[in-house]
C-alpha cells in the first residue's frame, strides 16, 4: 500500500504487483500509510486523515486535521500521532475520529516533517525548529527537548531504553530515551534527512 503525488493511495497484490483498488483524495500523499487492526490510514496535502478498508479500498472514515501533513502517522493502540506543516504534533483517536490533543512549542513555530516514535510513555518527533520533541503520549505535555542546532527531518527511532537520530548538521545521536540525556554523537561532516534504521 502506498500512496503517490497522483492524489491517489494504491493497494497492490503482494503475488503479483496487480493493482487491487485505490482510492484518490485531495491531495499530493507524501508520506508512508500506517496499516493497523481497523484498516489503512493514510494522510496528505489535503488535511485529512483517512481510514481505508484494506479489502475492498473503501473509505471507513474520514477525520479533518485541517493541516497539510508530510510525516507518516505513527499508531499506538486506537491513537495516530502526526506532525504537521501547521506547526502542530496531533493525537487523533481513531475510533472517536477526533483530535485528542495537540502540541505546539510555545516560541517556535515551525512545520515538522519528521515521523514520530511512539513509546508506551512518549512521541518523540523532530522539528524544522531544530529541536528533537519528548511528549507525554497521553496527553501531550513536554517531557524533555534536545537542541540539535540543525532542523531534524529524519524521523527518529525508539530502541529499547534509548532513541536513534540525525540531523541535518550531520550528526547522528543515541539517548536515553527517558530524559533526553544525550549518551553518544557523530559527525558524519553531512547533512541527514533520511531515517536510522536499527538492528
Not at 503479483?16 to 493514510?42: M, N, R, S
Not at 488535511?47 to 472514515?61: A, H, L, S
Request: charged share 20%.
Amino acid at each position: 500500500v502506498f500512496g503517490s503525488y497522483d492524489q491517489f493511495l494504491y493497494c497492490l497484490s503482494e503475488e503479483d504487483g496487480a493493482l487491487l483498488w485505490k482510492v484518490e483524495t485531495g491531495g499530493y500523499i507524501h508520506a508512508t500509510p500506517a496499516v493497523f487492526d481497523e484498516g489503512v490510514l493514510v494522510g496528505g496535502c489535503d488535511g485529512f486523515f483517512r481510514v481505508i478498508d484494506p479489502i475492498e479500498g473503501r473509505e471507513k472514515t474520514r477525520i479533518d486535521l485541517a493541516a497539510y501533513m508530510g510525516a507518516s502517522p505513527a499508531v499506538y493502540g486506537n491513537f495516530a500521532y502526526v506532525g504537521t506543516f501547521e506547526n502542530q504534533v496531533l493525537a487523533v483517536d481513531l475510533r472517536k475520529a477526533q483530535i485528542a490533543w495537540q502540541y505546539q512549542h510555545p516560541q517556535r513555530h515551525f512545520p515538522f516533517y519528521s515521523s514520530a516514535a511512539v513509546s508506551d510513555e512518549l512521541v518523540v518527533v523532530g522539528g524544522r525548529d531544530k529541536i528533537l520533541h519528548a511528549l507525554d503520549r497521553e496527553t501531550g505535555k513536554v517531557v524533555w527537548t534536545l537542541a540539535a542546532g540543525a532542523r531534524v527531518d529524519s524521523s527518529p527511532v525508539i530502541a529499547g531504553d534509548r532513541v536513534v537520530f540525525a540531523s541535518m548538521k550531520g550528526e547522528i545521536y543515541i539517548l536515553k530515551l527517558s530524559s533526553g540525556e544525550i549518551l553518544w554523537k557523530f559527525d558524519t561532516g553531512s547533512p541527514i534527512i533520511a531515517s536510522p534504521s536499527v538492528a
